[in-house]
């Protein structure tokens, strides 16, 4: 299994920065990787993901863990389990006044 991860410090509360990352149509103002969302953020949903390397075709993933301010994992794959992909986003306050730490992580598996 690959695995990906990524951290920033954000000069903005964790309930600030969550507001960005439950904002499915604002998702392609700050990640590169995303044409678009579909859909609405929230626990148990499933929403539509179009990525900038297949703009044209829609991943669906659900919102499999939801603690606002704090977690978020959206999961999904293809049928068969040929492919699994888990994506979560943790906010924790950074020390600083307002400040936060987000990080992203997401584990991918894939059979042959």
């Known amino acids: 299994m690959k695995s990906y991860e990524a951290s ?3 000069k903005a509360s964790p309930e600030r920065v969550w ?3 439950t904002d499915a149509a604002g998702y392609s103002r700050w990640d590169s990787g ?5 859909g609405t953020i929230a626990p148990g ?6 990525a900038s390397v297949s703009p044209n ?7 499999s863990e939801f603690r606002p301010a704090q977690v978020m ?4 794959g293809m049928p068969l389990g040929l492919f ?3 994506r979560t986003f943790r906010l924790t306050p950074d020390g ?8 992203r992580s997401s584990p991918v598996r894939c059979f042959r």
């Open 96 to 103: 600083a006044p307002r400040g936060s730490r987000c990080a």
């Open 45 to 50: 949903n499933t929403i539509k993901v179009f």
């Open 34 to 38: 995303v044409v678009r969302v579909e």
């Open 73 to 76: 994992q959206w999961s999904g």
């Open 57 to 63: 075709r829609a991943f669906p993933v659900k919102v």
């Open 84 to 86: 699994k992909g888990v």
């Open 8 to 10: 920033a410090d954000i």
């Open 19 to 21: 507001a960005v990352l």
